[in-house]
């Protein structure tokens, strides 16, 4: 099926194109003896299992996409859309519009090993500039949207850039604030709309796929073949919540053999898979999912609409119908408040027969978890009545796994979408484990754990505890190659044995499950010099009071525990928290004689039914507590949500805690003040 996008997007004809992709040898590795390197042009010496997973032959990221459109070149690779029309490029397509971008790279100067920084939203542009920087012998690097220009140079210069691709005028203006202080810049491309104005070496997208005419096929196959599995092709930059971001080296090796090993372990079907793209791309977890896992198992993935965590994603899910799909607790928990929403609204015979459905629903997913064959009776009529219609309205009907990652989920919400038999299965690994190191599938699943490492890697729990707690550590073909420039902080990750060791906390089940309990780094040490994970705590706070958006533990060298707490809010189009309180809460206070539409109203009369709500909330989680010392004794309620804007959140939705104890200082002070 041709594609049906406009030149702009596509670029030169791809019918003068010839057809180059043929099965090249395996590409021989480069001589390394070391595990980790923090230079951009060294190779590293792979963890290569002696037999069996992990020891399969290194390819490269061109090999893996040659072996993809050998066997399904016809079948729709990318799909977008423009004016309300739904556009394609099969893999054939995809893959000479690659090349043809790697070949405008090479002519603007692109020198090997050096950036190529992409900046905007999800777009079949994002990807052919992403694989093309890697044909031509470049490092790709994504760069978050919500960066600033500061930010940006800051990535753009520790990269090394030679050539910036920009969504649009508005991070054109970015990157044309710093590119003064970015010395190796050669080029910018902006890959959507028209230039508000010409300026030198500035290309729209149409311009620089023409770039690449004078450029043979020979001289861009010479670059290809001179690329080895254990060399760097990707850079990730880490969120920066505590210093400078890291750029987070991964080889070739790391983004095609995690990508194989974690389809084989799921079972993805060749050619048969959907996939919708909207997480930003800057970030590890998207990247693999929507682009190498994709590439690999030939899946078709489409591209949500920039305004998709603002509200245009459910259509969208919809329309695209993924066959897995993967989401950050925080797009879970509003598809969550909204279902609970309509809920609320339903009466009579039509609430009774949800509420059968959902207890039906949690026990069939626990027994599937249990992996028992017994179903509850009554369960096929409430699949009838009530599941099949919410996954449709969710546009999940055709999904076999839904996925969430980045950040921990509450059991509360697992548990409501079980209720709904939509179990959520949990994924867990970091930038520098390439994504995934444990993943849970519907074979292989428990409640709030991250489930089992994937095949052909291996965990250890360092210094562990009397309870079996120990930091997380990994080994595999999947651990990084090192941090760009920063030997120390390599160090600091990687041990002399090649074990990455996470900065996270974690036990065992007897079944060999992973469960995580806090962060090294987010441990709180009261005065008292009891150790006090926060996280667990938050989300049971947020989980005994609905009402509540965000919450931040506060603690570390104080006599007591306190908390900032945060209302559940509408948000505006740029993102930003408004005052005005989220249909949920606002049915919460009406339920209780309180008419209060805003955040400020609730806090300028401290309305006593809401305080003692959350105060009661808050007895029951200090009820549970192991020890005085990890009960909450005081809290605050804060005027506005945590956001991406406001610098609470990171673009993965992570709460940045030193930002938010330094924005809220007076606050955090005024707890202690007496004491």
């Known amino acids: 099926m041709a594609c049906n996008c406009c030149d702009s997007c ?182 959507k ?21 004078g450029v043979s096929d020979e001289e861009l196959d010479a670059v290809i073949k001179s690329q080895a599995p254990n060399e760097c092709c990707t850079l990730i930059y880490t969120s920066g919540t505590t210093g400078n971001p890291k750029g987070v080296m991964l080889s070739h090796d790391n983004i095609t053999w995690i990508s194989n090993a974690v389809g084989t372990l799921t079972k993805l079907q060749m050619g048969g898979e959907v996939l919708l793209s909207y997480l930003p791309l800057s970030h590890v977890a998207a990247q693999v999912n929507d682009m190498w896992i994709g590439m690999k198992f030939a899946a078709t993935t489409s591209f949500a609409q920039p305004d998709a965590l603002k509200g245009s994603l459910g259509e969208t899910l919809r329309e695209v119908r ?44 626990r027994n599937e978890m249990n992996r028992t064959d017994v179903v509850p009776w009554g369960f096929g009529l409430a699949n009838s009545l009530v599941f099949r219609k919410v996954r449709l309205a969710l546009g999940l009907d055709r999904c076999e796994a839904c996925y969430t990652g980045a950040a921990p989920i509450s059991r509360d919400t697992i548990e409501y979408f079980m209720s709904l038999h939509i179990p959520l299965y949990e994924v867990y690994g970091m930038s520098e484990s390439t994504g995934p190191h444990c993943v849970s599938w519907k074979e292989s699943f428990r409640i709030t754990s991250c489930g089992k490492e994937v095949t052909g890697c291996k965990t ?30 390599t160090k600091e990750a990687v041990d002399q044995d090649g074990w990455l060791h996470s900065g996270d906390l974690g036990k065992h089940d007897q079944d060999g499950f992973l469960f995580i309990t806090g962060r090294i780094k987010e441990i709180i040490i009261t005065a008292g010099g009891e150790n006090v994970p926060p996280v667990p705590i938050e989300d049971l706070v947020k989980e005994e009071v609905p009402i509540i958006s965000n919450v931040m533990l506060i603690g570390d060298k104080r006599k007591f525990l306190s908390m900032l707490i945060t209302l559940k809010c509408v948000v505006d189009d740029a993102g930003e928290p408004t005052d005005e309180l ?90 202690y003040a007496e004491t």
Request: glycine content about 8%; some cysteine.
């Open 10 to 191: 596509v670029g030169s004809k791809v019918e003068e194109i010839p057809i180059p992709y043929r099965q090249h040898d395996v590409s021989p590795l480069k001589p390394s003896d070391v595990l980790w390197t923090t230079e951009r042009d060294k190779p590293v010496k792979l963890r290569m299992a002696e037999s069996g997973p992990g020891s399969e032959t290194p390819i490269t990221i061109h090999q893996m996409f040659e072996a993809t459109v050998a066997f399904h070149g016809e079948h729709p690779a990318l799909r977008w859309k423009e004016e309300g029309k739904w556009n394609m490029l099969t893999y054939k397509e995809y893959y000479l519009q690659c090349r043809t971008a790697a070949k405008g790279f090479l002519k603007l100067g692109l020198e090997r090993y050096h950036g190529v920084g992409i900046l905007g939203f999800n777009s079949p542009e994002w990807f052919i500039a992403d694989v093309g920087c890697i044909m031509a012998g470049g490092l790709v690097t994504g760069i978050y949207t919500t960066n600033s220009p500061e930010a940006c140079q800051y990535v753009a210069s520790n990269c090394e850039a030679n050539v910036l691709v920009v969504e649009n005028h508005k991070q054109l203006i970015k990157i044309l604030q710093v590119k003064d202080q970015l010395p190796h810049l050669k080029a910018i491309v902006q890959y």
């Open 193 to 213: 709309d028209a230039l508000e104005k010409k300026l030198p070496n500035l290309y729209t997208w149409k311009e620089f796929m023409s770039l690449g005419e």
């Open 460 to 489: 250890k729990l360092d210094n562990l505890d009397a309870d079996g707690n120990g930091e997380i550590c990994f080994y595999g073909r999947h651990v990084f190659m090192g941090y760009l420039n920063m030997p120390e902080k």
């Open 322 to 365: 993924p066959t897995s799909f993967l989401g950050v607790p925080r797009v879970w928990e509003k598809m969550q408040e909204r279902m609970k929403e309509i809920g609320a609204k339903t009466t009579g015979l039509r609430k009774k027969v949800a509420d059968w459905a959902k207890g039906l629903g949690l026990e069939a997913s």
């Open 582 to 671: 989220s249909p949920l809460v606002r049915d919460f206070c009406q339920q209780r004689s309180v008419n209060a539409t805003k955040v400020s109203e609730i806090l300028s009369t401290k309305e006593p039914a809401v305080y003692q709500a959350i105060q009661e909330g808050i007895g029951k989680v200090n009820a549970k507590a192991t020890s005085n010392a990890q009960k909450i004794q005081k809290w605050t309620m804060l005027p506005q949500d945590f956001s991406i804007p406001g610098g609470e959140l990171g673009p993965t939705l992570k709460l940045k805690r030193p930002f938010v104890s330094e924005k809220y200082q007076s606050e955090i002070e005024a707890f």
